[in-house]
């Protein structure tokens, strides 16, 4: 049974991810520019090797965190459309949830292009 407790719950996983997600491609972009400048700078190879690993994990934490926008996505949708067919009242917590869902499905669009 979803509650407005759970659908703030969801709508702050939302906010929490697609912050987690700004976070990481900026530490994406941030590593390759000190990678970048450390092979211009001719760095030690074992350095570079390590600063090339780094710049990996963090590649790798942007699909991870897309897909668990996606999936916690679909459950604020879920428990919006749930909440809004059993419940008459409506609060500002049902306008922030769309808000966000609105926010995250243009984000979405616009990095699938």
Do not use: W
């Amino acid at each position: 049974m979803a509650t407005v407790k759970n659908l703030k719950i969801k709508t702050a996983t939302c906010k929490r991810i697609i912050k987690e997600l700004h976070s990481y491609e900026k530490e994406v972009e941030r590593e390759a520019a000190k990678t970048a400048d450390m092979k211009e700078k001719g760095a030690d190879p074992y350095d570079l090797k390590q600063q090339e690993n780094v710049l990996a994990e963090s590649r790798m934490m942007v699909p991870d965190c897309h897909k668990r926008l996606e999936a916690a996505l679909a459950d604020l949708k879920g428990t919006l459309d749930e909440l809004e067919k059993s419940t008459q009242v409506k609060g500002p917590e049902f306008e922030d949830a769309r808000s966000i869902i609105t926010e995250i499905e243009s984000f979405l669009k616009t990095t699938e292009e």
